[in-house]
């Protein structure tokens, strides 16, 4: 349950990870599963979007098991500094429950965009920590290396690293291929696995919409 909680707690979704702000009036869901296929425990999250203004993104990350809402977080990100160069940064604070109690998770983003092997491509780098109202806290860092591919789909390759709320540090290799679909659906398919003892591997599954 420990490890759920790191993951649900302290990790985002892959699509909306990064610095980058929604535009203005646009939306993006992404509901997904991840299905334990040795050890470790299943979830499922819901996760929402919206350009509030030009440089505001408000959203809203839920998320749980079969028994209970393992959390439940409002959030606000803005973009650092001039919209200059190739680097984007952008500060987030979320409030909210999470395993039960009053919870704010303040996070960090550094994020670029690329060309690699002649398509557009992006890393970045989002780190978040949840202070919980008892005072424990925990924390979580995600390297995403992200590929554009023709018509629409997309590579990403995911390093998860960080300590769950009261328990052992954890690091998490994630790749997922990305469909694309009509009208701003995308399908994830992708895998979850644990490189620090090997015992946990987790099938993941993600719908994506953007309107």
């Known amino acids: 349950m420990l490890r759920l909680c790191a993951l649900l707690v302290c990790l985002a979704a892959t699509a909306q990870a ?113 202070v919980l109202a008892n005072r424990r806290t925990g924390w979580s860092s995600d390297a995403t290396l992200g590929l554009n591919r023709p018509g629409g789909d997309k590579v990403i390759v995911q390093l998860r690293a960080g300590r769950a709320v009261g328990g052992d540090p954890y690091l998490d290799f994630a790749p997922a291929y990305v469909l694309a679909g009509q009208s701003g659906r995308h399908l994830l398919l992708g895998v979850a696995a644990d490189l620090r003892d090997g015992e946990r591997i987790g099938a993941r599954i993600g719908l994506w919409h953007r309107f």
């Open 18 to 130: 990064g610095p980058w702000p929604r535009a203005a009036g646009e939306t993006f869901v992404d509901g997904g599963v991840e299905i334990p296929l040795r050890d470790g425990d299943g979830y499922a999250g819901l996760y929402a979007e919206y350009g509030l203004q030009p440089r505001l993104t408000i959203g809203l990350d839920l998320g749980g098991d079969r028994a209970d809402m393992t959390k439940a977080l409002a959030f606000l990100r803005v973009p650092l500094g001039a919209e200059t160069g190739p680097w984007r940064r952008a500060l987030e604070i979320g409030a909210g429950l999470a395993e039960d109690r009053a919870a704010l998770r303040p996070g960090i983003s550094l994020g670029r965009g690329l060309r690699l092997w002649d398509h557009d491509a992006w890393i970045s780098l989002d780190s978040r920590a949840v």
